[in-house]
């Protein structure tokens, strides 16, 4: 009798310390819903506001990266991270590229995967899903961030083990995105706002960049001219000097079969200075094949293999032909500095249109990347200042960075903008 009354006490009190534990533990997340706001008041700015509160946020949800990824410029994302640092904040990120895309576009109502790693949602072809595989971010948890009836954005919420987060991970998520979602609406809006007075007050800046740009545009159309005039020289009138003085002064004349060899192969030189200097191809078959013309030249010396896709039906054939050589351009140079300097064993091109309408052209490599290639190397150096001159003289954006190799991204978002330039 006396064991049954010891121990009956002694469940009366784990039952006791337990209901404590829970009341306490149910007093802090309690705490933790109050504090939140008023730590957002204090921050001015969307990281410092992230960090203040990351300690929070971990009490109701433990986590290994936790971010918000807010709409930026259409197509195009940025991400303030608490965690775990990532190249997810490092630079924007392209929305139809984003593993968190469907919630941003309404296709989903939320994301829960047990694995991301293994989740076809998030590591999609194409997507900047990199962070997930290299800090195995396995259960993941995404919903959306409201503002003014819309999506503004995703709350992201990341542990490194598998299978951690359920239904109530979503509640708990979904209920801090409505907290979280109204202060970090108006600091983006501030720093929108901020970044708006920044470009008025660079305007003249750009001015004078594009002024520039124009003049280096000229300076290195002037070297081109020379480079040809040089190749003539030293190449075909070379070869046509020492032709003639054969077939005239020799004292056995050249074969016939001789003279149609050295004079087709005069030929052939002739043939690729002129497509250097005047792209030909463009005009006569328009951009892709152009192109694939260029890519399958590069790939002749190098045994690459490489491959165009064309999904808008032949968009850049109905820019104007300056654009469209300016384009070309950029496209040839970063095939060139893939075939020459990336040690790369593929390259491919894609011309497509992103989420906004906008054109997008991509020139992707799987060689050595930027950080481990020659990218500092003289030439390379000047054939990517080149390709940003040209494309800020058309208004397009230029983006180069590392992805599984190196990518180069031109955006040309206002073609009508473009045709007057």
Not at 131 to 159: A, C, D, K, Q, W
Not at 224 to 234: N, V
Not at 345 to 360: E, T
Not at 405 to 413: A, E, K, R, W
Request: charged share 25%; with cysteine; proline share 3%.
């Amino acid at each position: 009798m006396a064991a049954t009354a010891i121990l009956r006490v002694s469940m009366a009190t784990i039952r006791a310390d337990q209901r404590m534990s829970e009341t306490a533990e149910h007093s802090a997340a309690e705490e933790v819903w109050v504090r939140v706001p008023a730590l957002l008041c204090r921050e001015r700015t969307i990281q410092s506001a992230l960090d203040a509160i990351a300690g929070d946020i971990a009490r109701i949800v433990p986590y290994t990266h936790a971010d918000l990824c807010l709409f930026d410029t259409p197509g195009w994302v940025v991400s303030h991270e608490v965690g775990i640092s990532t190249y997810w904040s490092e630079r924007r990120t392209r929305l139809d590229c984003s593993p968190v895309r469907d919630v941003l576009t309404g296709a989903l109502p939320y994301m829960l995967t047990d694995n991301a790693m293994n989740d076809p949602r998030q590591t999609f072809d194409g997507a900047c899903c990199e962070p997930i595989y290299r800090h195995e971010l396995r259960s993941r948890v995404h919903v959306p961030l409201y503002g003014m009836g819309r999506v503004i954005g995703t709350f992201n919420i990341s542990h490194h083990e598998a299978n951690r987060y359920a239904s109530t991970t979503l509640e708990l998520a979904t209920r801090l995105s409505g907290l979280l979602a109204p202060a970090f609406q108006a600091l983006h809006i501030d720093a929108s706002l901020c970044r708006m007075q920044r470009t008025r007050a660079e305007t003249q800046a750009r001015e004078e960049g594009l002024r520039r740009g124009s003049l280096q545009l000229t300076q290195t159309l002037e070297q081109e001219r020379q480079r040809i005039g040089m190749d003539l020289h030293d190449q075909t009138l070379a070869e046509l000097t020492r032709l003639l003085r054969e077939v005239d002064g020799s004292d056995l004349p050249l074969s016939r079969e001789m003279l149609v060899e050295r004079l087709a192969n005069c030929i052939d030189d002739l043939r690729g200075i002129i497509e250097t200097a005047s792209p030909k191809l463009l005009d006569l078959f328009g951009f892709t094949h152009a192109v694939r013309d260029h890519l399958e030249r590069a790939a002749e010396s190098d045994g690459l293999q490489v491959d165009i896709t064309d999904t808008t039906e032949g968009a850049p054939d109905q820019l104007p032909s300056t654009v469209r050589t300016a384009l070309y351009r950029i496209v040839q140079e970063a095939i060139n500095n893939a075939a020459r300097h990336a040690r790369a064993g593929r390259i491919w091109v894609n011309v497509m249109r992103n989420f906004g309408g906008a054109l997008w052209i991509t020139v992707r490599d799987d060689g050595c990347g930027l950080d481990r290639g020659n990218y500092r190397e003289h030439s390379r150096s000047c054939g990517l200042d080149h390709m940003r001159t040209r494309a800020r003289l058309i208004a397009a954006e230029l983006d180069v960075f590392d992805e599984a190799g190196t990518c180069v991204s031109i955006t040309l978002s206002s073609p009508d903008v473009a045709g007057r330039t």
